[in-house]
């Protein structure tokens, strides 16, 4: 007789504990309010304070951890007298280039091209974009340091700012690196080592003197810029002279290596 009369009463607890779907959370759960908190959530009113703002500012006189930027040549590319710097706040070097290299390669190069000359991809695709100045006019040469940085964290005319996705110390290194790339292309003979030099004029005067002015030994084409000046070349802006249409390829070799 018990047995009758407990079992419509387990069949109801059983049916009451269903949810109608498979779930593999326990059916109890005794302490949800971790789960489901009373809060404000970004951009909702708060009437507590007087703004109703639930977006707190900095309390007066603090700093974040880590946001303390004394530098002013470094995070905004200015001195302390709100002029550009000419040079930048970071010193060069070999592996500087190689980091603004890549990073140039990766948010630059698409537009700017890989040689600095305003020919990337994006611009010769036929995408209608405003074209991108090529870094080898005189007018861009002639910037500061402290121009370029500010081009990549504001931005300027057409072209969006790239602060939150280049650090700082990246945004030096692109700068340094489009210094290599114009040197590439507006170099002179006194920037290149004197053994190097050398080399160049014996080849010169040896194609002369075989009739084939127009062709270096190696079978090469262009004048007196090649890959034997480019990676023999030492110092971190050492580069070939001339400016040859293989500038791109050029200025990589002074920095690689390769």
């Known amino acids: 007789m018990k047995t009758r009369l407990y079992a419509p009463l387990a069949a109801a607890l059983l049916l009451t504990g269903c949810r109608g779907m498979v779930s593999e959370n326990s059916p109890i759960h005794p302490n949800p ?11 909702e009113a708060n009437p507590l304070f007087a703004d109703n703002r639930s ?19 470094l995070y ?7 002029t550009l710097v000419v040079e930048s706040p970071v010193a060069v070097s070999r592996e500087l280039l190689l980091r603004g290299q890549q990073r140039y390669n990766i948010y630059c190069s698409v537009c700017h091209g890989k040689a600095g000359d305003g020919l990337g991809i994006i611009m ?15 007018r861009l040469r002639g910037e500061a340091d402290g121009y370029f940085y500010n081009v990549i964290s504001n931005g300027v005319r057409s072209m969006p700012g790239y602060a ?14 489009v210094r290599a790339l114009q040197r590439s292309q507006n170099a002179s003979p006194t920037d290149v080592p004197a053994k190097v030099l050398r ?7 040896a194609n002369m ?5 127009g062709q270096p030994a190696g079978g090469g084409t262009g004048g007196t810029a090649n890959s034997t000046g480019a990676t023999n070349a030492s110092g971190p802006g050492a ?4 400016t040859a249409p293989t500038g791109a390829g050029t200025a990589q070799d002074s920095t690689t290596g390769n």
């Open 33 to 43: 309010n971790m789960d489901w908190q009373e809060k404000f959530e970004a951009q």
């Open 239 to 242: 580069v070939t002279t001339g």
């Open 124 to 138: 010769t695709g036929g995408y209608g974009y405003t074209p991108a100045p090529s870094y080898h006019d005189e």
């Open 55 to 73: 977006m707190r500012l900095p309390v007066a006189g603090t700093i974040a951890r880590g946001l303390l930027r004394e530098d002013a040549r």
């Open 209 to 213: 003197a075989g009739g084939n002015t």
């Open 76 to 82: 905004t590319g200015y001195d302390d007298a709100g």
């Open 164 to 177: 939150q996705q280049i650090a700082v110390a990246d945004r030096w290194a692109i700068v340094s690196y």
């Open 199 to 205: 080399q160049i004029e014996q080849t010169q005067s």
